[in-house]
C-alpha cells in the first residue's frame, strides 16, 4: 500500500465519515492502539489506521490475532458508538467487511454473531472494537486475504481460511481496504439515522448461526440451544433446550 499519512481520502472514497485521515503503517504493534493513540493527539472520528503487520495483535477474548505479514488487511477505524445501538457498531462494521469481500472477489461470506466472519465454516475475518467509556472507539477489523490454511498456525489449520483460497486468486488488499472502507462509512451511517432496521436486515441475510443448535457461554452461564435470529440492537436470541427465550449481550457461540 501507498505510504499515506494523515491524508484526508473522503473525495477518493466517496465517504462523509470515514477516511478522515488515513494513516499507513509497515510493523506495528495494534492498529486499534494506534488509532486510540492518534486520537489522544486529536485525530478526528473516521480517522483510519492500516498496516502491514502487527506484533501485538488481539481478537475477542484476549486472543492473540496472527497474520502474514503484507497478505493481510489490518484495519482500524476511529468510530463513535449510535448512543441508541451501541451494541451495532461491530455488527456494522463486520456487515461492511463481508459485503466489501463479496463485491471484490465475490465469495460468500457468513456473519457469525457477535463479530466473526467465516467462508463456510471457517473464520476468514473478525472484528474488535476498544476504546475508553464515553469516547470514540477503535474498530479494529482483520481480514486473512492472501494465503492458504496451511500459512496458519497448526491450530487453526482447520478452522481459518483466506480470501484468495475461498476466490481462487489473490486479491488485492489495498483495493479491499477502499471498498471496505466506503461500505463501512455507508452502514455506519444508517446506524447514525436511526435505521437499525434495515442494518439487521442485511445482516440476517448472512447469518450463520439462525436455526443451527448451539452452545452458548455468557458470564457465568452455559446454554444450550437453537440460535433464532439478531435482535435490532445486536443481542442474539437464542432458544434453550429448556423452552425459554434468552437475549445474549455479549459472550461466546460454539455450534454443535
Not at 480470501?163 to 489473490?170: D, K, L, T
Not at 437499525?196 to 445482516?203: F, G, L, N, Q, S
Not at 448451539?214 to 442474539?236: E, I, K, P, Y
Request: hydrophobic share 45%; glycine share 12%.
Amino acid at each position: 500500500m501507498s505510504p499515506e499519512q494523515g491524508i484526508d481520502r473522503r473525495p477518493r472514497l466517496g465517504t462523509r465519515l470515514v477516511g478522515a485521515r488515513w494513516h499507513q503503517r509497515q510493523a506495528i504493534d495494534s492498529t486499534n492502539l494506534e488509532a486510540l493513540r492518534l486520537r489522544e493527539g486529536g485525530a478526528p472520528v473516521g480517522t483510519v489506521v492500516v498496516a502491514d503487520t502487527q506484533t501485538a495483535g488481539r481478537g475477542r477474548l484476549g486472543r492473540r490475532w496472527d497474520d502474514v505479514p503484507g497478505r493481510c488487511l489490518l484495519m482500524s477505524v476511529l468510530l463513535e458508538a449510535p448512543t441508541h445501538a451501541p451494541g451495532l457498531l461491530t455488527a456494522a462494521a463486520a456487515l461492511a467487511t463481508a459485503e466489501a469481500i463479496e463485491a471484490l472477489v465475490g465469495v460468500c461470506v457468513a456473519i457469525k454473531w457477535p463479530n466473526d466472519l467465516l467462508a463456510g465454516e471457517r473464520k476468514l475475518a473478525g472484528v474488535l472494537a476498544e476504546g475508553p467509556a464515553g469516547g470514540p472507539l477503535a474498530v479494529g477489523i482483520g481480514v486473512n486475504v492472501n494465503g492458504a490454511p496451511e500459512d496458519l498456525p497448526p491450530e487453526l489449520l482447520e478452522r481459518a481460511t483466506f480470501v484468495s483460497h475461498e476466490a481462487g486468486r489473490e486479491a488485492a488488499v489495498a483495493a479491499l481496504a477502499d471498498e471496505l472502507a466506503a461500505r463501512l462509512d455507508g452502514v455506519y451511517h444508517l446506524l447514525v439515522d436511526g435505521q437499525t432496521c434495515a442494518v439487521i436486515a442485511r445482516i440476517a441475510g448472512r447469518d450463520a448461526l439462525a436455526g443451527r443448535r448451539v452452545q452458548a457461554r455468557a458470564l457465568s452461564q452455559t446454554l444450550a440451544g437453537t440460535a433464532l435470529r439478531w435482535l435490532d440492537d445486536g443481542r442474539l436470541l437464542l432458544r434453550v433446550d429448556d423452552g425459554r427465550e434468552v437475549a445474549l449481550e455479549a459472550g461466546e457461540v460454539t455450534l454443535l
